[in-house]
T-cell receptor, first 113, second 114 residues
């Protein structure tokens, strides 16, 4: 069975500082990895994905994520956080060739002035 | 505008009273899915559909039904709602999960079963 772990329920960071939201996964075969963001009272929005190739993936709003196969991790990063980045972030994994997308429990990011 | 539309946004009902949450997409997507979001549990898949007349169970299908008679619509049916189905529900669609296309989500339906 495939699974995703987001070990932090909440991450607090000051505006202008770098941020990292952690994600580890477990899946058979090649993983397809995704990050989604949820703003209050909204549905989830796609941020970025890793399918194959370069381990550093760039996405929307200045976010990027680094795929680390040996550590089975796919951490979300941004060099300089904005207050407007405050939201709920979800990591998701799909097994290569499969139809099922499994989400993590989410990490609330709070960026303060 | 490309979108997934869910209705209603908010719904309060009583135990046992059948209800339907509608979902429609205007992007000609093959794949549609329903999720429920609960605090501390993240998103869990209820049912999904790969195409018209093709549906399959997700992780938590008990107490739910779906149908896919048309490509654009994928309603979620609760025949006899119970309080443990109080949750935030999301419909999502994508062109084809096999190509790893991103999911587009609706705005959500907050359901309370009393």
């Amino acid at each position: 069975a495939q699974s995703v772990a987001q070990p932090e329920d909440q991450v607090n960071v000051a505006e202008g500082n770098p941020l990292t939201v952690k994600c580890t996964y477990s899946v058979s075969g090649n993983p397809y990895l995704f990050w989604y963001v949820q703003y209050p009272n909204r549905g989830l929005q796609f941020l970025l994905k890793y399918i194959t190739g370069d381990n550093l993936v760039k996405g929307s709003y200045g976010f990027e994520a680094e795929f680390n196969k040996s550590q089975t991790s796919f951490h979300l990063k941004k060099p300089s956080a904005l207050v407007s980045d405050s939201a709920l972030y979800f990591c998701a994994v799909r097994q290569g060739g499969g139809n099922k997308l499994t989400f993590g429990t989410g990490t609330q990011l709070k960026v303060e002035l | 505008e490309a979108q997934v539309t869910q209705n209603p946004r908010y719904l309060i009902t009583v135990t046992g009273k059948k209800l339907t949450v509608t979902c429609s997409q205007n992007m000609n997507h093959e794949y549609m899915s329903w999720y429920r979001q609960d605090p501390g549990l993240g998103l869990r898949q209820i049912y999904y559909s790969m195409n018209v007349e093709v549906t399959d169970k997700g992780d938590v299908p008990e107490g739910y039904k779906v149908s896919r008679k048309e490509k654009r619509n994928f309603p979620l049916i609760l025949e006899s709602p119970s309080p443990n189905q109080t949750s935030l529900y999301f419909c999502a669609s994508s062109l084809d999960p096999g190509t790893n296309e991103k999911l587009f989500f609706g705005s959500g339906t907050q359901l309370s079963v009393l």
